[in-house]
């Protein structure tokens, strides 16, 4: 049976829809995401999201320390799947791609989402795809994740043994990413990740402590309300400063400046500070969404359940919809029925996978 | 337009004293690649680059890199970075790829700030209007958008070589993508950069290959093809505007609306 409703799951969901609309650039819908108010996006929402679910997956603290073992190797298992799966939607937007050059006799579709370098030098690109050194645009998630959980591991040893060292050592590898700076390079194109991995590692990270009953979540939850009262003004100024783009010239500041410009790639300081308040905020706003519009929590969070199948799938949608706003013009009408039925499709996705989990087919 | 006076006039001494070397004889165009009429325009803050460190740092950011760079295949450096070193002797070039593909004109304004504040270019290489077309992206936030980021890299004192639009026959009229042709094309003109006119070069190239009595060239063959024929004109055109005298009085853009 499928687990109840509940706020991981919802925001997790919630983080899926913002992505699959935000992956659709020049889409009506895209003014109503809540990047528009905020420096951090769904994104950060997403690796937040799953550092938390990788905390609920260790379960508490107080286990006994030889689960370590089996536990690495379920989280190595849990890595290939995800790097499977991006293989997977990598080669069929790369088909996708193809079959709409073809179809329209229009070879600038084959140049969309870094896909160039694949049909001009296929045999390096191909290698590339496979180590995860040249990703597609805004296919450029899942291998940070993959990332993640291959070094998963180590992060749940350290919880175990060395548990007060786990966050300072993650926002060590962060500052020193920043400040030096470095990062992960792409192949065959030059360049790099688009998600740095040395600094997004840091909020999946904080998802994961945070999670825990024991460290920095208890701290957390036993003064959230005062950290919520810290929290709400950066909210409220993030909102302004997004709203009426009151960003500082970014050559002004002073070195390194990694430290105090807004990037996503580096998931600067401004950014990460953003989202830890915001999460502390619209963590008080699942109960009352769930007692207000309790018909809205369970769609969402059927999302959140099955996030990886609906992630994939929702990859292929929102390139799917960039072709179709092109084929028919980008008129509400046409965001509308891209929005209803790239939703619907999710939705489908997620019912099939719980589906198929309860006939038992596929373990 | 906004130079502090020191760097202007050091720029424009440097482009005076490269000028007065021997400029290098531009870098060759192949026939293949026809002919497209490309404005000469004096690359200040480059030829001052070039001038004190023998060195030009290119920041390329777009949708596709391998159009605009050339195909750099078996480990070679990009066609660009290859016939601009040949050229010009002792030159260092440096090529910064942030190609981010899919990317529409607005939010790419707000990365090239970043980039520009961590790389420090001399040339901001930037391929721009495809996927806003794609996109429906409205003509003039769109035109908005991107004179207000070309003013801000003059601002700067960071050269621009807007790289516009691709030239393919199924889509010569669809409106809405010849209307951001358009507007790039003024916003090129009202800021007075270089604009490689990539629509136009395809556009060259597809006809001298029909001229010639050569089997019409599909698209992809075109695309292909292309790809180079883009490098060489950027190459040509930098070569160009790095020896190029400056103007006496450089004409003030009007700001953006």
Redesign the interface.
């Known amino acids: 049976m499928p687990r109840q409703a509940n706020a991981l799951d919802f925001w997790r969901g919630f983080a899926l829809v913002s992505i699959f609309i935000n992956h659709v650039p020049g889409i009506y819908y895209e003014r109503l995401t809540h990047r528009n108010l905020s420096i951090s996006d769904s994104a950060e929402l997403f690796v937040f999201l799953a550092g938390w679910s990788l905390g609920l997956l260790v379960g508490s603290s107080n286990k006994p320390k030889s689960n370590a073992a089996p536990l690495a190797f379920r989280l190595g298992g849990r890595s290939i799947q995800i790097y499977a799966a991006h293989i997977l939607i990598s080669g069929l937007a790369l088909a996708l791609l193809a079959g709409t050059a073809h179809l329209m006799e229009n070879p600038l579709i084959l140049e969309w989402h870094n896909a160039a370098a694949f049909f001009q030098d296929s045999a390096r690109t191909q290698m590339g795809i496979v180590l995860l050194s040249h990703q597609l645009g805004y296919f450029d998630i899942l291998p940070l994740y993959v990332v993640l959980m291959l070094v998963a591991p180590a992060f749940v040893i350290i919880d175990r043994f060395a548990k007060p060292l786990l966050v300072p050592l993650s926002l060590v590898l962060y500052f020193a990413s920043l400040t030096v700076p470095f990062t992960a390079p792409t192949w065959p194109v030059e360049g790099n990740w688009f998600f740095n991995p040395f600094t997004w590692q840091a909020i999946f990270v904080l998802g994961f402590a945070l999670s825990r009953d024991e460290g920095l979540g208890r701290f957390v939850r036993s003064n959230l309300t005062l950290i919520r009262c810290v929290a709400a003004p950066i909210v409220l100024v993030s909102a302004v400063l997004v709203w009426f783009n009151w960003f500082p010239d970014p050559t002004k500041l002073p070195d390194p400046r990694l430290l105090f410009l807004n990037g996503k790639s580096f998931l600067t300081p401004i950014r990460l500070i953003q989202f830890l308040a915001l999460a502390a905020v619209f963590s008080a706003a699942y109960p009352v969404i769930a007692r207000v519009l309790p018909w809205f929590t369970e769609p969402l969070s059927i999302l959140g359940r099955n996030s990886l199948n609906v992630f994939c799938v929702g990859s292929l949608l929102s390139l799917s919809g960039q072709i179709v706003r092109f084929l028919y013009s980008g008129s509400v009408i046409v965001d509308t029925v891209v929005l209803i039925v790239g939703v619907g499709i999710l939705w489908l996705t997620a019912w099939l996978s719980e589906w198929r989990e309860r006939q038992g087919v596929g373990g | 337009m906004v130079i502090p006076l020191s760097l202007a006039g050091l720029a424009l001494a440097a482009a005076a004293g490269v000028a007065a070397q021997a400029p290098p004889e531009p870098p060759s165009i192949a026939k293949e690649c026809g002919d497209a009429r490309i404005a000469d325009k004096p690359l200040a803050a480059s030829a001052a680059a070039l001038q004190l460190r023998k060195r030009i740092k290119i920041l390329a950011i777009g949708?596709?890199?391998?159009?605009v760079l050339g195909?750099g295949?078996n480990g070679n450096p990009p066609l660009l970075e290859r016939i601009l070193e040949r050229t010009i002797k002792g030159l260092d070039v440096e090529?910064v790829?942030?190609?981010?593909?899919?990317?529409?004109g607005e939010?790419a304004g707000e990365r090239i700030?970043?980039e520009?504040?961590?790389n420090q270019p001399d040339i901001v290489l930037w391929q721009v209007g495809?996927?806003?077309a794609?996109?429906?992206?409205p003509v003039e936030s769109f035109e908005l958008s991107v004179g207000n980021t070309v003013r801000w890299l003059k601002e700067?004192n960071v050269d621009v070589i807007l790289v516009g639009l691709?030239y393919?026959?199924?889509?010569a009229k669809h409106p809405?993508y010849q209307a951001i042709r358009a507007s790039l094309r003024r916003v090129a003109t009202t800021q007075n950069v270089l604009r490689i006119g990539r629509y136009e070069a395809m556009e060259v190239l597809a006809r001298t290959a029909a001229t010639n009595g050569r089997p019409e060239m599909e698209?992809?063959g075109?695309?292909?093809t292309g790809?180079n024929c883009m490098a060489q004109y950027i190459a040509r055109t930098i070569t160009v505007g790095l020896f190029a005298k400056p103007p006496k009085q450089a004409p003030t853009p009007e700001p953006a609306k």
């Open positions: 949708a596709s890199s391998t159009a195909i295949r090529i790829n942030r190609g981010f593909s899919g990317e529409l939010a700030r970043i520009v504040a961590l495809t996927n806003d794609f996109a429906h992206v700067h691709h393919v026959k199924r889509i809405h698209d992809f075109l695309t292909e790809y």
